[in-house]
């Protein structure tokens, strides 16, 4: 267990809707990452937090927007949903310098 | 621009031949190194991770790394691979200059025979 959480496990919903990704970093855990993998992209960065703060930026789309709350757990929100989207979304955290921990990822299917 | 290759998009060994994943990266700073897996509907766990100092580094399961400069390698070695390995197995790059975010390689997926 690598005391990242991710809620919910799975999400199946439909094409043009919106959906919110839960994520509970590690206890001590300052900054949280969201990756998005799927089969033709592979592992992709979307975007990093630390402590409330937008860190980085990768590959996130507009449609896409996450944040991180003073508790520290984040969500990424995930609107106007297209085919496309389906993907496994991960989530980890860490303390700087250390290495990244993952959660067990939310598989979103886009119908 | 930073990226990671792993030329192997599946491997199959034996249980218990050795194994060894290759992994090459180019990266514009001091790059940090690490190896994960990820087991069918799993998250990613890391196995190993090469910082600083001896190049030779030792992971969970039996799994160790080298990191070799000259080449820009960081290849993943096991002298005795159990069936319980097979998974996949992503090899990543960053740094503190980048944030810590890590780029990832497209994984090599690992077969073993029985």
């Known amino acids: 267990d690598s005391g990242v959480t991710q809620t919910p496990k799975h999400l199946i919903t439909a094409t043009g809707q919106r959906v919110t990704l839960r994520c509970s970093p590690r206890s001590g855990d300052l900054s949280v990452y969201w990756y998005q993998q799927s089969l033709d992209q592979g592992l992709q960065f979307l975007i990093q937090?630390?402590?409330?703060?937008?860190?980085a930026k990768g590959n996130i789309l507009e449609r896409f927007s996450a944040q991180q709350f003073p508790d520290l757990h984040s969500e990424l929100n995930l609107s106007s949903l297209e085919l496309g989207d389906s993907a496994l979304y991960f989530c980890?955290?860490?303390?700087?310098?250390?290495?990244?921990?993952f959660g067990n990822g939310t598989r979103l299917t886009v119908t | 621009a930073q990226s990671v290759t792993q030329p192997d998009i599946h491997i199959t060994v034996s249980e218990g031949a050795s194994l060894e994943l290759r992994c090459n990266y180019s990266y514009g700073a001091t790059p940090y190194l690490f190896w994960y897996v990820q087991s069918p509907g799993q998250g990613l766990q890391l196995l190993l991770k090469y910082f600083s100092g001896d190049t030779l580094v030792q992971g969970i399961k039996g799994f160790e790394a080298e990191f070799k400069r000259s080449q820009s390698s960081f290849n993943l070695r096991k002298p005795s691979v159990h069936w319980s390995d097979a998974a996949e197995y992503f090899c990543?790059?960053?740094?503190?200059?980048?944030?810590?975010?890590?780029?990832f390689g497209a994984g090599t997926i690992l077969r073993v025979k029985s």
């Open positions: 937090y630390y402590n409330g703060e937008e860190r």
């Open positions: 990543a790059v960053g740094s503190m200059e980048y944030g810590n975010k890590l780029v």
């Open positions: 980890a955290s860490s303390v700087s310098g250390s290495p990244l921990h």
